[in-house]
Each structure stands twice: as C-alpha cells, then as structure tokens.
C-alpha cells in the first residue's frame, strides 16, 4: 500500500499542472494529504517484526538484461522517512498557499520533489534508487531559479552543480558494485562479499557521493546559499527532505553493501562530522541574515547525521535516524517562519532591522513557534532534537569519547546562535542592541552585499497581515511531530532499531 505514496503524487503533479490555475493548490494540498495519510496508515499498521527487514513489497522486471527491476521495500528506517517526507510536504503546500506566479509550474516541481523523495525511500533497486534520487535535482533548480530570492539563479545553479558531482562519484560506486556483484539488488548485494581491497575505495567514493547533499564538511556551502535563495516551501523542503536522501542513501547503499570499507573510513567520517557541528555552527553565530543563521545551523546539525552514522553501533546509527526525521520537521518549521511568516511580510531578513520591528507583539503567534522550533532545535527535552541528539551522544560515547566532549562546545554553539536569532527576530527592543553585527568572512561571500538600515519609526509601526489559518496548520502539524516524537521517542524507535540491528555493517 505504501507504494502508493510514490503513485499517487506523481498523479498529482500531472494533474497540478493540467488543470485550471485556480484549483492548482488545493489539488497539491490533497495530493499531499493523500501521500501523508498512506504513510500514516502504514505506520500505524505494519507489525514492527516486519519492520525490521527489508522486505520486499513490490517487484516487476524492468530490463531484464541488466538485472534492473523496479522493486520497492519497506523497513523500519525507510517507513519513518517516509512519515517525515509526508509531514514536510502537506506543511510545505500549505506555506505555499499565496503564491501566485505559474501556480502550476511551482507545485508540479514541488510534487515531483515529493515523489521523487518517496521512491528514493522505498527503492530495493541499486539503478532505481539513483533514478529517483536524480530525478529530485532537477524540480530542486527550478523551484529556486524561478521562485526564489536572493541571487537566486546562482543558488540554483551551485545547488545543482554540487548534487550532479556527487551523483557522479555516487554512480562510479554503483558501477563498482554492479560490476563486481552483478546484481543491483540492495538486499543481493548486502549478501555478496565484495573484496577488501574493492571496498577500500568503492565505499568513500560512493559514500562521498551521497554525503554531498547531506552536507557534508567542506562540500556544505551549496547548503546556506540553496536555502536563502529558495522559497519558503523549497527550503522547507530541500532541508526536510532533501538533505536526508543523502544521509540515507550513505547508510542503505554505501554502509551496508560494504561494511569492511565502511570500517576503514569511519573515523574520518566522524572527524568531518565533528568539524562540521563547530564549524557551520560557529559561521551561524556571525550570521546577520536569519535565513543563513538556519541554514548553517542546517548543515551543524545533519553534523549529527553523520557523527551518529560513524559510530557504527545500533545506537548511535538509531540516533542519526531518528535525528533525520527530527531535523526534518524542525528544520522546516525554522524555515516557514523565516521564510512566509517574517519576510514575505517585513521584506527583510536582516536581524538588525527585525530587532526594531518588535515582531513578538506584531506577530505573536509567529513568535511562539519559532520559539518552539528554537527549543527544539536547542535540543531542550521534550522536543525531537533532544531524544535524537541524546541518543547520537550516547552511541558516540562507545565509540568516540573524544568526540562527544568536543561536540558539547558544537552544542552550546548551537544554543548562542539559536538565542541570538530568537532575540533580534522577535524579543529586540532598540538599534543599539543589535549594532554589532560581524563582518562577514571569506566563507560567508553570499551574504547580502547590501549595507544594514535601521528602520525609521514608521517602519517599526508597519501593519502587518495575520498570520493565515494555512500557516498556522501547516505550523501546528510541525509543531505536534517534534512534539509527539520528543515526548515518547519510542514511536519512532521501536521501529527502527531493529532495522538497524539487521544491517550488514552490525554483524
């Protein structure tokens, strides 16, 4: 049944476009809703015994003459990225709900975005996995190039310059595999036994290839300049969704089809994870755009993707999937407050100038979710980001003590620039308070080039629109899964966990 969720949004997408512009939306909305509501159910009705394989769930000859197949399976890591897949996208459509420019076009490249992500998920096969994953490139550049702000054309373009290079090293693993295996099946090829001295340079070029869009240090900096140059439902989507096809695709394909590689390159991954918490992290704090303050804090916390993925224990590895759904629900909520609810009504960004607008009292339901999303980003308990993060740490200390001590500093990082952009968005109370904004750095050229201007007093007392019912139910919906997941982790880990345990790279 959950292979519908890939049918029935790729329907949409096509049908999105070929109807009349004033049902565009509502079409996407319950296309959306559809694919969540599939997801919803089968999570709710899969026994978790049955989770904790790879089993298969579809399976048709496709080119028979390369041993390509469709086939589709389901486990426990796979279902729930499938649940945060659907989450994003009802909530992304409905931060979309005023656009209105070629409404078509932008939710037909959103939907095909949303399936494409789907299959990825759900693929057993080595060949359909990549298709899917290389479909989501292309919606990706147009969402941007053409809805988007803020140069735009070049995040686009750096956007899709990066993933196609991953995708290259990515497919060159795939050719090693499919070559020395002779079978593209993920299941087969977890079986076969690959020669060490294969896997001593199959798995960091394959696994290269699929931390790229994870955001990997020092690959990130297509990251922060994808997200401010996105839409708001771009971004809600590129760092909610996106970046995990990435992290999952290292575990699925690249971890678990060569676990002796995997071994021989573990403590570099988790060295650029380290490196990567710290350093995006420390760049969030000298950030003067709130869009670059989220999408840096983006690439510090898929840090704890990887770290948690080097750990290579049950636990840890857990953890980075449970912090793949965390940082999907919680990234897209920072986004759709950034993004729709600030500045598409303030038409700025800048920290300086929003510390003057008083926001919290303009825009109060604004303000308390992007205090909550704050909290749950922080990692306060109670919230996603703590369960995951605590369960990453716990993991790590097993295998990398030092680097749990050294990640504690990423963490209060994290807190100082997650303070500092709650404060100057909603709680600042004169120019004064936030004249200090830093110079930017050698890595931060694509911040605005634009001097900061201080709003005058009519600036400060602007009316500005309430927040719309669709943006408080896409946020509310946001809300209530980093919440939910926060408060019983056990939902999600129960689940996969003995997805985990079943991987090859355990054993």
């Not at 702000?149 to 050719?175: P, Q, R």
């Not at 930017?440 to 080039?449: G, L, N, W, Y």
Request: glycine residues 8%; charged residues 10%.
């Amino acid at each position: 049944m959950i292979a519908w969720t890939i049918y029935v949004t790729f329907g949409g997408a096509i049908i999105t476009l070929l109807l009349p512009q004033v049902v565009a939306k509502w079409t996407a909305l319950l296309t959306s809703l559809a694919g969540l509501a599939i997801s919803v159910v089968a999570f709710c009705q899969t026994p978790i015994v049955d989770l904790a394989q790879f089993k298969t769930i579809v399976r048709v000859a496709w080119v028979p003459m390369l041993g390509m197949n469709y086939h589709l399976a389901l486990d426990g890591i796979s279902l729930t990225l499938v649940v945060v897949t659907g989450i994003a996208a009802v909530s992304a459509v409905l931060f979309s709900w005023d656009v209105d420019l070629r409404e078509n076009e932008f939710f037909f490249w959103l939907l095909l975005v949303v399936a494409g992500s789907y299959g990825v998920f759900l693929s057993a096969d080595l060949f359909l996995l990549f298709l899917f994953y290389e479909l989501v490139i292309v919606p990706k550049y147009f969402l941007i190039a053409i809805w988007g702000s803020t140069n735009k054309e070049y995040g686009a373009m750096k956007l899709t310059l990066y993933s196609f290079f991953g995708g290259m090293f990515a497919f060159l693993g795939i050719l090693a595999a499919y070559v020395s295996a002779g079978s593209l099946d993920l299941n087969q090829l977890a079986q076969f036994q690959f020669s060490p001295q294969l896997q001593a340079w199959a798995f960091p070029i394959l696994f290269l290839g699929f931390a790229v869009l994870a955001g990997v240090w020092p690959l990130h900096t297509w990251a922060p300049t994808g997200h401010v140059a996105a839409p708001t439902a771009g971004s809600m989507l590129l760092a909610g969704i996106v970046m995990k096809l990435g992290s999952y695709a290292g575990l699925r394909v690249a971890m678990n089809i060569f676990p002796q590689g995997f071994y021989l390159w573990r403590n570099t991954i988790a060295v650029l994870a380290v490196i990567g918490i710290l350093y995006a992290a420390a760049v969030a704090l000298r950030q003067s755009d709130l869009k670059f303050v989220i999408g840096y804090s983006s690439v510090s916390h898929m840090g704890f993707v990887l770290l948690g993925l080097a750990t290579a224990n049950a636990l840890g590895v857990s953890g980075a999937v449970l912090q793949m759904f965390s940082h999907g629900v919680i990234a897209a909520l920072l986004f759709a407050v950034a993004g729709r609810m600030i500045y598409r009504r303030t038409h700025t960004r800048e920290l300086d100038r929003l510390s003057i607008l008083q926001l919290n009292r303009a825009l109060p339901f604004a303000a308390f979710t992007f205090v909550i999303a704050s909290a749950a980003s922080m990692g306060i308990p109670g919230f996603s980001g703590f369960a995951a993060e605590i369960t990453i740490l716990i993991g790590a200390w097993h295998s990398f003590p030092v680097a749990v001590w050294i990640t504690g500093a990423g963490m209060v990082l994290v807190a100082a620039f997650t303070l500092r952009a709650l404060k100057r968005s909603f709680f600042g109370e004169s120019s004064a308070e936030s004249g200090g904004s830093a110079a930017p750095t050698d890595d931060v050229k694509q911040m605005s080039a634009s001097p900061t201007q201080i709003p005058s007093s009519a600036e400060r007392s602007i009316h500005l629109e309430p927040i719309t019912l669709a943006e408080k139910c896409g946020a509310c919906l946001l809300m209530f899964a980093t919440l939910a997941v926060g408060l019983y982790p056990k939902l999600l880990l129960d689940r996969i966990m003995p997805a985990v345990e079943a991987m090859r790279f355990l054993k």
